[in-house]
């Protein structure tokens, strides 16, 4: 876990090792200053001789700017280095996650990655900053401190041993009890940004059916799962500033009684016990420090724990070793392919699929919801594995090709397609990001998509809102079917993707298909029969296992899954599912 994440300093390693030399030099100045304290006092006020005064004065004043000098590049490369290395591990999370397969995003929920992304980086990255500068100065002025006063006093020093020791025991007991508490509040955190992620993409259905108090009261309930834990945790940490205060004070007291003692005996002078007290305070606010260090890298440790999972994460579908470039048609061979979410689970999603689909043919795919429709064309863009069988695109198993080369030549249209932030031509380029406005336009033809577009005043420089939410749900889709054409593919698969545009232009759609694409291979998962009855073959899929394949008339008189659903969307008018 250490090294994945020290791995991201990368170009911030030069302030990463600046910073902890100049806090050393920090601390330097610092511990000397006490001593030079003593001189002033014992070899210039108490002689009375004051150029002494006035020698030990300035270099008292030269050490502390020279610690201010310190300090203030210590704190400029340490910002630099920890602001760098959050930089980075959220970079490389982002970089990492573009690779997951969907089996690999299914172990993250999105909520949990984003609370990765925010709220765990924030925390490595207090820890980090904490660690170059406090962990570097705490032990050194707690060790330098230790020594000086082991040469002004052998015997006051022996306070501080009891201090550590006392503060020892305390601070592991606490780490103990609340780092497994930490855990389990981030993960809590990953509820509360699911349940944020959840309403706010949903609002439209949250207030259409007046849920906003059942909402509310379900985020009050993940927050204060939350609020309990991190009390629970924080209750435990408060014990430490307590002891901390006792031990302070303690020492501060012991110090003065055998102080004065060493003094009335002379063993000790005053400069000396004015210096003691400075590196008591110094050593007993290095206990506090790192103290405080714990605390944070118990918080941390959670935290880098969980980023390092996403880093470590290794895609479950890779390129092959000398993968396949060209792709020759677009036939499309399923055999005997056997699928499940969960391998070794038993419970298969599809079932010894059998089909083979010529370049160019039109073919209807439907049947009930969760019948495994759309799991059948995921694997044909290889977003998931077949677990027995092969998948095979022009004659060659999809494993064989580059993943890249497979899905531009492969382009998918799904029912809840996804547009993002920017004009229509800055969406329409995610199909082909060199195509002119004149393909943008020609796409949009063939989508029926450029007539509404016209009506805007802006044409296809109008800005579409994130996620597409100032375009109706029928423009979404036909934007989202002219993106897949710009791809040019060898087959096109729409998903439910004609759902929510009326029968006419989906007709229109279809016509298009047969007119300018022949030679693409087309299949089209529908809810409506009217939608695929012109296709060459339909497909019935029924359990995860093919029920029937053929043309509408054929199927009509041989399958009796498709005469139902046939019969309850021309005759009775209901839906299929529950025929």
């Known amino acids: 876990m250490l090294k994945t994440l020290l791995g991201q300093v990368k170009e911030y390693e030069r302030d990463t090792i600046l910073t902890p030399i100049f806090t050393a030099l920090e601390v330097v100045m610092e511990v000397i200053i006490p001593f030079i304290t003593a001189s002033i006092i014992d070899k210039g006020l108490n002689t009375g001789n004051m150029q002494n005064v006035f020698i030990y004065g300035g270099i008292m004043l030269i050490a502390a700017f020279m610690s201010l000098a310190f300090g203030v590049l210590a704190g400029k490369y340490g910002a630099s280095a920890s602001s760098g290395f959050a930089a980075n591990l959220r970079a490389a999370m982002y970089r990492n996650i573009q690779t997951f397969s969907f089996s690999n995003i299914d172990k ?64 592991f007991t606490i780490i103990g009890k609340v780092t497994g508490l930490f855990k389990i509040m981030f993960e809590k955190y990953d509820d509360l940004n699911e349940d944020v992620k959840e309403n706010v993409s949903a609002i439209r259905v949250v207030k259409a059916f007046v849920r906003e108090d059942y909402e509310d009261e379900k985020f009050k309930k993940t927050a204060g799962s939350v609020y309990k834990t991190a009390v629970k945790a924080e209750s435990i940490l408060a014990f430490n500033n307590p002891v901390m205060m006792l031990v302070i004070y303690g020492c501060i007291i012991a110090i003065s009684w055998l102080g004065a003692k060493t003094i009335v005996g002379g063993e000790l002078t005053t400069g000396q016990l004015t210096s003691m007290f400075s590196y008591v305070m110094s050593i007993l606010m290095s206990l506090m420090m790192l103290s405080m260090i714990f605390v944070m890298l118990t918080m941390s440790i959670a935290s880098a724990n969980r ?273």
Not at 129 to 144: E, N, S
Not at 146 to 171: D, G, N, R, T, Y
Not at 468 to 494: D, E, H, M, T, Y
Not at 499 to 524: C, G, H, N, Q, Y
């Open 108 to 171: 993250f929920s999105a909520a949990g990655l984003i609370t990765h992304m925010t709220t765990d980086v924030t925390n490595v990255q207090n820890a980090f900053q904490m660690i170059l500068r406090i962990a570097v100065r705490a032990p050194l002025t707690l060790i330098f401190s230790m020594v000086a006063c082991l040469i002004i006093s052998p015997k006051l020093s022996s306070v501080f041993l009891v201090a550590v020791v006392v503060l020892a025991i305390v601070l």
């Open 307 to 579: 980023i390092a999972a996403v880093l470590e994460e290794t895609p479950d579908i890779n390129d092959p070793e000398n993968p396949v470039t060209e792709i020759p048609d677009g036939s499309i061979d399923f055999n005997d392919v056997s699928f499940s979410y969960k391998q070794g689970s038993g419970d298969s999603t599809l079932k010894g699929i059998d089909l083979h689909i010529k370049s160019g043919e039109t073919i209807g795919i439907i049947g009930g919801t969760g019948c495994g429709k759309s799991t059948l064309v995921s694997l044909i863009s290889r977003l998931y594995d077949v677990d027995s069988g092969s998948v095979c695109v022009g004659g060659r198993d999809v494993r064989e090709y580059n993943m890249e080369e497979l899905r531009n030549k492969v382009a998918v249209v799904l029912q809840k397609n996804v547009l993002f932030s920017g004009t229509i031509y800055e969406n329409l380029r995610w199909g082909n990001e060199n195509a002119t406005d004149e393909e943008c336009i020609e796409a949009c033809k063939n989508a029926c998509a450029d007539e509404f577009i016209q009506g805007f005043p802006k044409g296809y420089d109008t800005y579409i809102e994130q996620g597409g939410s100032n375009v109706s749900g029928g423009q979404k889709q036909r934007l989202c079917i002219a993106r897949a054409l710009l791809k040019k593919p060898k087959v096109l698969i729409l998903d439910d993707s004609t759902s929510a545009v009326d029968t006419a232009t989906d007709a229109s759609i279809r016509k298009m298909f047969a007119e300018k694409i022949p030679d693409t291979t087309k299949l089209i998962i529908t809810q409506r029969v009217t939608g695929i009855m012109d296709a060459d073959r339909i497909l019935v899929l029924d359990n995860g296992t093919i029920n029937g394949i053929g043309t509408h008339e054929e199927l009509l008189k041989t399958n009796a899954v498709y005469r139902e659903i046939y019969e309850a969307q021309t005759k009775g008018g209901g839906d299929f599912d529950e025929a």
